[in-house]
């Protein structure tokens, strides 16, 4: 009902002046319930982005790719930064849908500089860097036919804290037989784990519509397929932490300029739902299969 209904319906029942200016302030929004499982969607798109459809959120990283082999201590190799750029859209059924992508760039680690060639210690190459850039990594919250499952909160005062762990393994996007120097081998696997960090009374304020999030993000895998060490024993291990920024402003220089230069649609959110989403696996398989250009 709008004010001017709720005022018309509070005047025939003859009630005085201050209920008829009561009867006009707005309805505000209930708090979101963090700990229901009907509000979990909501509040993770809330967390992750945006509950404004028109705001286009940045999440950014920074971190180290570390080289693991069993017996061995962990050995740095490089860094890497990069960030996702994402926006909401909630659905009739209640679906909410968060669309992204994403770009990551490997850094030297005595320069700081993005690497555009490296010196491989494991193979005593040199390798071609292959940036991330993905587009879609788009994720659907609540998605029809599952049941709603309440987010696993650890509170300690006002703060929130929030751990996810994903365990991965599918058919590897590059296979051995057709990529036998960038295949880690028939199935790929790895896992990655976040975890958020927030203020309880910004996710229950329903005047927010997105958060301030900082976050740590690791993840275990292969080889990466540019290194070109098939199926040699071990993997890698990325360490980062990141937070959400107020704009492509606030990311280093050179990443605007790269974004500027070679990666111009990476500067918006997805304007439209798109599947299936790439990884770092399916853009380099894709590349390698990109036809020649005609003269």
């Excluded at 005047?11 to 708090?31: I, N, S, T, Y």
């Excluded at 500089?113 to 879609?136: C, F, H, M, Y």
């Excluded at 929130?160 to 590059?174: A, E």
Aim: glycine share 6%.
């Amino acid at each position: 009902m709008n004010n001017v209904s709720r005022l018309l319906a509070v005047a025939k029942k003859g009630w005085g002046l201050p209920v008829l200016a009561a009867a006009m302030l707005p309805v505000h929004a209930a708090a979101l319930d963090i700990d229901a499982a009907a509000d979990a969607a909501e509040s993770m798109m809330k967390l992750r982005c945006s509950l404004d459809p028109s705001q286009d959120v940045v999440a950014w990283w920074k971190g180290t790719l570390f080289q693991q082999e069993t017996g061995k201590a962990p050995v740095p190799l490089m860094g890497f930064e990069g960030y996702n750029i994402c926006r909401s859209e909630k659905q009739a059924d209640g679906t909410w849908r968060m669309l992204s992508r994403e770009l990551t760039f490997y850094r030297d680690l005595k320069t700081g500089q993005i690497l555009e060639s490296w010196d491989n210690p494991i193979s005593g190459k040199r390798n071609t860097v292959v940036d991330v850039a993905n587009d879609p990594v788009n994720q659907a919250f609540n998605p029809p036919g599952r049941p709603p499952m309440a987010l696993p909160w650890m509170k300690a005062g006002d703060r929130l804290m929030l751990t996810l762990n994903i365990p991965l393994s599918y058919p590897n996007p590059l296979q051995p037989d057709a990529f036998p120097l960038e295949s880690s081998g028939p199935v790929y696997a790895g896992s990655e784990h976040f975890m958020f960090f927030a203020s309880r009374k910004d996710m229950e304020n329903p005047a927010l519509k997105s958060v301030p999030l900082d976050y740590s993000w690791t993840r275990t895998g292969p080889w990466l397929p540019w290194m070109e060490l098939g199926q040699r024993p071990g993997g890698l291990l990325y360490v980062a932490q990141g937070a959400k920024l107020d704009s492509l402003d606030d990311l280093p220089q050179d990443i605007r300029e790269r974004v500027r230069t070679r990666y111009p649609q990476y500067a918006k959110a997805p304007a439209a739902w798109t599947q299936p989403n790439v990884t770092s696996w399916t853009y380099y398989r894709d590349l390698k299969h990109k036809p020649a250009a005609k003269d």
